[in-house]
């Protein structure tokens, strides 16, 4: 079936370095692709995200860049904070009539202070 | 504007019990999910719904039921509740659930199955 696989599982730097994550998807029809952080105990968020008539999309310290030919995209932090340590999660939209999200496993980050 | 709210936060069942856990969403979205997170798992599909009156099967559905009988309500129903559905359940909504729409998902409920 359609799947995303996300690296690395877990990620670990020094604050004011920069982190990046990247996702790879199956299914090549895919054109929608969020980013989610979620801290310990509370909910998903979205943070960012990018449709495939665009390769890069940059909001302050976070950009995602996408490459549909090799179909994977990847998120970038830079300037990193310890409020940034968090486990995120990339989707990508399955192309049938449900439109769901198929979630990568998900990047434990964190930023020594 | 709440946003997806779920109900309970917290619950713990018995082997064999049943319940219902409820989504709740004032956003006037059309389309609405349950997942489960284990641990290491990210976020499974267990079934989604497009519009009201409709239910579809996600990735994990064995041992749920879901209904719709209400635009902003989404019910997740545990008929006989197994150790193995221990988990925390997220409810998320998308307004058309078309593609480039994002899901905005509920606080979750934690769920433990002795």
């Known amino acids: 079936g359609e799947n995303v696989e996300q690296h690395p599982s877990t990620l670990s730097v020094q604050e004011g370095d920069s982190a990046v994550i990247k996702c790879t998807y199956s299914?090549?029809?895919?054109?929608?692709f969020p980013w989610y952080k979620q801290e310990l105990g509370k909910r998903p968020q979205l943070i960012i995200d990018?449709?495939?008539?665009?390769g890069e999309k940059k909001d302050q310290r976070i950009a995602v860049t996408l490459n549909k030919t090799a179909k994977h995209f990847s998120l970038h932090i830079t300037e990193t904070q310890p409020e940034d340590s968090a486990v995120y999660f990339c989707?990508?939209?399955?192309?049938?009539?449900?439109?769901?999200?198929?979630f990568g496993s998900g990047t434990r980050l964190l930023v020594r202070p | 504007n709440a946003g997806v709210t779920q109900t309970p936060k917290f619950r713990v069942l018995k082997t064999g019990q049943s319940m219902t856990l409820l989504c709740a969403q004032d956003?006037?979205?059309?389309?609405m999910y349950w997942y489960r997170q284990d641990p290491g798992m990210g976020l499974r599909l267990i079934h989604y719904?497009?519009?009201?009156?409709?239910?579809a099967k996600g990735e994990v559905p064995d041992g749920y039921n879901v209904s719709r009988l209400k635009k902003q309500n989404f019910l997740l129903g545990l008929e006989s509740a197994a150790p193995s559905q221990t988990s925390v359940y997220f409810c998320a909504s998308s307004y058309t659930g078309g593609a480039n729409q994002p899901q905005h998902f509920g606080d979750g409920t934690r769920l433990s199955i002795l």
């Open positions: 989707a990508a939209t399955l192309m049938d009539s449900s439109y769901k999200l198929i």
């Open positions: 719904s497009v519009g009201e009156g409709t239910t």
């Open positions: 990018i449709r495939s008539n665009v």
């Open positions: 956003m006037n979205h059309e389309y």
């Open positions: 299914d090549s029809a895919s054109n929608y």
